[in-house]
């Protein structure tokens, strides 16, 4: 099939071609085709299987975790303590494994999972598609992005077993703890392998911002103006202006900080530093608040690049689903770009126990506060979208309405967060952790998962079992809750983050039956998602075979063959209509595709 | 045709209830560690305003999704309405839930908080009766010292303990905190608070504690392999007990006293400030 479409596009490609719309050959050897790619939707299959992985590298290390705070330095069950603490005595957890585990897990699910799923695989597979362009405006850039997130992906892993301890500084990697070895083991080679890391997958997800952008303003076919865009796009567009402007912050961040580790600077360290009884010579002049305010500026509008593509992809989901246009398809567009505009000015609500001035304090409150008003304008909206409709309850239908319904529990919990005294209390606690996931678990994974469900058929022609994913769909919706709502009511109970045993607490006895409950769901939830990669295998090999458009949807995308061929599109498509024309009155079908011929003509 | 009906029904409230489920659970359990401070209420009303609002609002929104997903199930005999959202009545309706959340929730927790925050929390007591205490992070304990007789820190009257908190119900704690090392935090969760101790910096930390009694102390930010342990005791005595025990500690701390040994006298000038 594929060669047949190859030899088409090739034949006629240059006879219909005028201007933009020249058709180069496909590449022909394999390492063109499937490795050094410069085809937006392989790079997306490679950035998906990636991600994919290494969300299970994540969650095993969240296993691992689990187990510990559940039952302190007791041995795994089922000997499996002997294969992964293999030469820990005991073959329970060393102590310098849980810092170390926390900071990977952290730092893997938000650059490696959920960052390059969402931009990296969403945003490359559906941006051109959606658009009606043939490629990504800079191909090879493109590819650079991806084989730069490559090498960041085998330097996380390095840094994870280097020798002298993995980093163990957290995800934010504080200096001065992330910049002495003295400090922690994991700060010598660990955390500088860290840096580098992250430095380059910041450096791949520039690349990959300034390529959305210049794509999504220069490449829509003719007739898709800004506001025909599917809010997936909008959602990518403004998530890409956030990587554009913010992670060269992270980028400077994270130089420096290899500085002071290498050459001897110190921009984060203050004079008169000791650890253990060993003076720090080095350190003199800088100051440890510079690092969390660059980290910060970076990080808080990196959540908000973990959850807006979501929020876009969900947007384009409900429609097809509903029957239905979304609602309110402008004030969708301005409530995402009033969160993102507004995630540039709350960095500070992380940093209120650093001993901020109260009014400082205040502003920064008050900033993430009024997140809460475009927040609650896009919650209604979907809601709205679902009135009226005529529901079709697929697979990824139900993962939007949990990404809907469980984005509100986490943008509700953050309220709280946001009130300078309440946080005093909840700061660090597992109140924090419980609010991060309902985001990006509960919000963006389910997102993502809803994506994979959708667009399955577009990328491999076939559809995945429905029976199976709702299987895969309910458990994790379940044990999902089971795991982070009571993580709430830890976080009442005054119990820290990130400490490896919370049994030596008395204040935390009261709760240890709550760890012990997570822990059980986390497994379950653990264990929920080999069915939906036993889902994804088997579907590629033998699931139902589909067509163009098999959920009878609107969005360009579904107006070209399934696998799309290597130039997605014969001939650029032309847009007449809106993105979401559903139950159109007076039509005799329920759905006019974008591209389909005005309806006065 | 009718097993799609139920199975949506099915879906459609097991959905309310798992989410109804895991609120109430919430709700019932409910249970902060004792509040033994003056101040601390504040933030258990906060937060419980606050909670009880969002409940209601989340509530509401179960109910409208629970209903539109059965109502507006797909089945035969119903279709969709074509309804864009972007009518006048359509963005009003927008705009006042928006402005409803705003009004009722953020701007009822604004001003508290700044309130709060600026007049209660991090506006620090003066005065001759405020009890000074000097803190010290170190990996991985916390250290306190207690200006002793001369009222002065860094001398040979100075009081100072390893995990060990002791204060005296009913006046007002001041706390300096810095680092030796790297970051920690001090967390009190009894009196609802936690302040960062940071190296090259110094902060501060002030309650009034209104119940003697054996309580916990902690650091609340990754500080290294050992954060988990950095726990202490925090003890509350009656005024007079208090005194005692700073009487007893003072007999060890004159003998142990060392003026050349810069480490153990790593206490320093009392500058007040706010």
Same mark, same amino acid.
């Not at chain 1, 090739?10 to 063109?32: A, K, M, Q, R």
């Given at each position: 099939?594929?060669?047949?479409?190859?030899?088409?596009?090739?034949?006629?490609?240059?006879?219909?071609?005028?201007?933009?719309?020249?058709?180069?050959?496909?590449?022909?050897?394999?390492?063109?085709?499937?490795?050094?790619?410069?085809?937006?939707?392989?790079?997306?299959?490679?950035?998906?299987?990636?991600?994919?992985?290494?969300?299970?590298?994540?969650?095993?290390?969240?296993?691992?975790?689990?187990?510990?705070?559940?039952?302190?330095?007791?041995?795994?069950?089922?000997?499996?303590?002997?294969?992964?603490?293999?030469?820990?005595?005991?073959?329970?957890?060393?102590?310098?494994?849980?810092?170390? +585990?926390?900071?990977?897990?952290?730092?893997?699910?938000?650059?490696?999972?959920?960052?390059?799923?969402?931009?990296?695989?969403?945003?490359?597979?559906?941006?051109?598609?959606?658009?009606?362009?043939?490629?990504?405006?800079?191909?090879?850039?493109?590819?650079?992005?991806?084989?730069?997130?490559?090498?960041?992906?085998?330097?996380?892993?390095?840094?994870?077993?280097?020798?002298?301890?993995?980093?163990?500084?957290?995800?934010?990697?504080?200096?001065?703890?992330?910049?002495?070895?003295?400090?922690?083991?994991?700060?010598?080679?660990?955390?500088?392998?860290?840096?580098?890391?992250?430095?380059?997958?910041?450096?791949?997800?520039?690349?990959?911002?300034?390529?959305?952008?210049?794509?999504?303003?220069?490449?829509?076919?003719?007739?898709?103006?800004?506001?025909?865009?599917?809010?997936?796009?909008?959602?990518?567009?403004?998530?890409?202006?956030?990587?554009? +402007?913010?992670?060269?912050?992270?980028?400077?961040?994270?130089?420096?900080?290899?500085?002071?580790?290498?050459?001897?600077?110190?921009?984060?360290?203050?004079?008169?530093?000791?650890?253990?009884?060993?003076?720090?010579?080095?350190?003199?002049?800088?100051?440890?608040?510079?690092?969390?305010?660059?980290?910060?500026?970076?990080?808080?509008?990196?959540?908000?690049?973990?959850?807006?593509?979501?929020?876009?992809?969900?947007?384009?989901?409900?429609?097809?689903?509903?029957?239905?246009?979304?609602?309110?398809?402008?004030?969708?567009?301005?409530?995402?770009?009033?969160?993102?505009?507004?995630?540039?000015?709350?960095?500070?609500?992380?940093?209120?126990?650093?001993?901020?001035?109260?009014?400082?304090?205040?502003?920064?409150?008050?900033?993430?506060?009024?997140?809460?008003?475009?927040?609650?304008?896009?919650?209604?909206?979907?809601?709205?979208?679902?009135?009226?409709?005529?529901?079709?309850?697929?697979?990824?239908?139900?993962?939007?309405?949990?990404?809907?319904?469980?984005?509100?529990?986490?943008?509700?919990?953050?309220?709280?967060?946001?009130?300078?005294?309440?946080?005093?209390?909840?700061?660090?606690?597992?109140?924090?952790?419980?609010?991060?996931?309902?985001?990006?678990?509960?919000?963006?994974?389910?997102?993502?998962?809803?994506?994979?469900?959708?667009?399955?058929?577009?990328?491999?022609?076939?559809?995945?079992?429905?029976?199976?994913?709702?299987?895969?769909?309910?458990?994790?919706?379940?044990?999902?809750?089971?795991?982070?709502?009571?993580?709430?009511?830890?976080?009442?109970?005054?119990?820290?983050?990130?400490?490896?045993?919370?049994?030596?607490?008395?204040?935390?006895?009261?709760?240890?039956?709550?760890?012990?409950?997570?822990?059980?769901?986390?497994?379950?939830?653990?264990?929920?998602?080999?069915?939906?990669?036993?889902?994804?295998?088997?579907?590629?090999?033998?699931?139902?075979?589909?067509?163009?458009?098999?959920?009878?949807?609107?969005?360009?995308?579904?107006?070209?063959?399934?696998?799309?061929?290597?130039?997605?599109?014969?001939?650029?498509?032309?847009?007449?209509?809106?993105?979401?024309?559903?139950?159109?009155?007076?039509?005799?079908?329920?759905?006019?595709?974008?591209?389909?011929?005005?309806?006065?003509? | $045709?009718?097993?799609?009906?139920? *199975?949506?029904?099915?879906?459609?409230?097991?959905?309310?209830?798992?989410?109804?489920?895991?609120?109430?659970?919430?709700?019932?359990?409910?249970?902060?560690?004792?509040?033994?401070?003056?101040?601390?209420?504040?933030?258990?009303?906060?937060?419980?305003?606050?909670?009880?609002?969002?409940?209601?609002?989340?509530?509401?929104?179960?109910?409208?999704?629970?209903?539109?997903?059965?109502?507006?199930?797909?089945?035969?005999?119903?279709?969709?309405?074509?309804?864009?959202?972007?009518?006048?009545?359509?963005?009003?309706?927008?705009?006042?839930?928006?402005?409803?959340?705003?009004?009722?929730?953020?701007?009822?927790?604004?001003?508290?908080?700044?309130?709060?925050?600026?007049?209660?929390?991090?506006?620090?007591?003066?005065?001759?009766?405020?009890?000074?205490?000097?803190?010290?992070? *170190?990996?991985?304990?916390?250290?306190?010292?207690?200006?002793?007789?001369?009222?002065?820190?860094?001398?040979?009257?100075?009081?100072?303990?390893?995990?060990?908190?002791?204060?005296?119900?009913?006046?007002?704690?001041? $706390?300096?905190?810095?680092?030796?090392?790297?970051?920690?935090?001090?967390?009190?969760?009894?009196?609802?608070?936690?302040?960062?101790?940071?190296?090259?910096?110094?902060? *501060?930390?002030?309650? *009034?504690?209104?119940?003697?009694?054996?309580?916990?102390?902690?650091?609340?930010?990754?500080?290294?392999?050992?954060?988990?342990? $950095?726990?202490?005791?925090?003890?509350?005595?009656?005024?007079?007990?208090?005194?005692?025990?700073?009487?007893?500690?003072?007999?060890?701390?004159?003998?142990?006293?060392?003026?050349?040994?810069?480490?153990?006298?790593?206490?320093?000038?009392?500058?007040?400030?706010?």
């Amino acid at each position: 099939m594929e060669s047949a479409s190859n030899g088409h596009g090739h034949e006629h490609g240059h006879e219909h071609g005028h201007g933009g719309d020249h058709i180069h050959p496909p590449p022909s050897n394999f390492l063109t085709k499937y490795v050094f790619s410069t085809d937006h939707k392989v790079i997306a299959v490679q950035f998906f299987c990636m991600g994919f992985t290494m969300f299970l590298v994540g969650g095993l290390f969240a296993l691992l975790l689990r187990w510990q705070i559940a039952y302190p330095f007791q041995p795994l069950p089922f000997g499996l303590g002997e294969v992964i603490y293999a030469s820990a005595p005991g073959h329970t957890m060393p102590p310098e494994s849980y810092p170390t +585990l926390v900071t990977m897990h952290g730092t893997v699910m938000v650059f490696f999972v959920i960052i390059p799923l969402l931009t990296g695989a969403f945003g490359n597979y559906l941006i051109p598609l959606k658009i009606g362009a043939r490629d990504m405006a800079f191909p090879l850039l493109n590819m650079l992005s991806y084989w730069v997130a490559v090498p960041a992906g085998v330097l996380i892993i390095m840094a994870f077993l280097s020798e002298a301890g993995g980093p163990g500084a957290g995800w934010t990697s504080y200096p001065p703890l992330s910049a002495l070895p003295q400090a922690s083991p994991g700060s010598g080679a660990g955390q500088t392998l860290w840096l580098l890391s992250i430095f380059c997958v910041g450096w791949s997800s520039i690349m990959g911002g300034i390529n959305y952008l210049t794509t999504i303003i220069n490449l829509r076919a003719p007739g898709m103006s800004l506001t025909r865009m599917p809010l997936s796009v909008w959602a990518l567009f403004i998530t890409s202006v956030l990587q554009v +402007l913010a992670t060269p912050v992270l980028a400077a961040a994270s130089i420096l900080l290899l500085f002071d580790k290498l050459l001897g600077t110190s921009f984060f360290l203050p004079a008169g530093i000791n650890v253990g009884g060993q003076a720090i010579a080095q350190a003199g002049g800088g100051n440890p608040l510079l690092f969390q305010h660059l980290f910060w500026f970076y990080s808080h509008p990196a959540v908000y690049i973990l959850v807006l593509p979501a929020m876009g992809l969900v947007s384009d989901i409900i429609p097809t689903f509903t029957r239905k246009p979304i609602f309110g398809y402008k004030a969708m567009a301005y409530s995402m770009a009033a969160i993102a505009g507004l995630g540039f000015i709350v960095w500070g609500h992380h940093m209120f126990q650093a001993g901020m001035n109260p009014y400082v304090a205040t502003s920064f409150m008050v900033a993430t506060m009024v997140i809460a008003t475009p927040s609650s304008v896009k919650v209604f909206n979907w809601l709205g979208s679902l009135y009226g409709g005529s529901i079709r309850f697929t697979t990824p239908m139900l993962c939007c309405l949990a990404f809907v319904s469980m984005f509100i529990i986490g943008g509700l919990s953050g309220v709280f967060l946001a009130a300078t005294p309440v946080d005093i209390f909840f700061h660090d606690t597992y109140y924090v952790v419980a609010h991060i996931h309902y985001v990006v678990f509960g919000g963006s994974v389910f997102g993502i998962f809803a994506g994979l469900y959708y667009w399955f058929p577009k990328v491999t022609g076939r559809k995945m079992s429905e029976f199976w994913g709702k299987v895969h769909f309910w458990l994790s919706f379940v044990s999902f809750n089971g795991v982070f709502f009571p993580m709430h009511i830890l976080g009442i109970g005054g119990m820290m983050r990130r400490i490896a045993d919370p049994t030596i607490y008395q204040h935390l006895a009261p709760l240890q039956s709550w760890n012990v409950y997570i822990t059980m769901f986390a497994v379950v939830l653990g264990f929920s998602q080999f069915i939906v990669i036993a889902n994804i295998a088997v579907s590629l090999l033998r699931g139902e075979r589909v067509g163009e458009n098999p959920w009878e949807a609107t969005t360009l995308e579904w107006t070209t063959a399934s696998p799309p061929p290597y130039y997605n599109y014969l001939q650029i498509p032309t847009v007449h209509h809106p993105p979401y024309e559903f139950s159109v009155p007076g039509m005799e079908s329920d759905y006019i595709v974008q591209s389909a011929p005005p309806r006065s003509a | $045709m009718s097993s799609e009906n139920r *199975q949506s029904n099915v879906l459609a409230w097991s959905l309310l209830v798992v989410l109804g489920g895991g609120l109430l659970t919430v709700l019932l359990s409910y249970s902060p560690p004792v509040d033994i401070s003056v101040e601390g209420h504040r933030i258990d009303e906060a937060f419980g305003y606050t909670t009880r609002l969002i409940t209601i609002y989340f509530a509401i929104v179960l109910f409208v999704m629970g209903y539109c997903l059965v109502r507006f199930r797909a089945r035969p005999g119903h279709s969709a309405e074509y309804i864009e959202g972007n009518q006048p009545r359509h963005l009003l309706m927008t705009g006042a839930l928006a402005a409803s959340v705003f009004m009722l929730i953020d701007m009822r927790l604004i001003a508290t908080s700044a309130h709060d925050a600026s007049e209660i929390f991090w506006k620090f007591p003066t005065g001759k009766d405020v009890v000074k205490i000097q803190v010290l992070g *170190q990996q991985f304990e916390w250290h306190f010292r207690y200006a002793g007789p001369d009222a002065k820190f860094n001398t040979a009257d100075d009081v100072e303990t390893t995990a060990l908190l002791h204060v005296p119900k009913g006046k007002p704690i001041l $706390m300096q905190l810095r680092s030796k090392d790297v970051i920690h935090s001090l967390f009190l969760p009894n009196v609802r608070l936690k302040q960062d101790a940071i190296p090259g910096r110094q902060t *501060q930390l002030w309650f *009034q504690a209104t119940a003697p009694g054996d309580y916990e102390l902690a650091c609340a930010e990754l500080c290294g392999l050992g954060h988990y342990k $950095m726990r202490g005791q925090f003890i509350v005595d009656e005024p007079a007990d208090f005194e005692a025990w700073i009487a007893a500690q003072l007999k060890d701390a004159e003998e142990e006293y060392d003026a050349d040994d810069k480490s153990a006298n790593w206490g320093w000038d009392w500058e007040a400030r706010n």
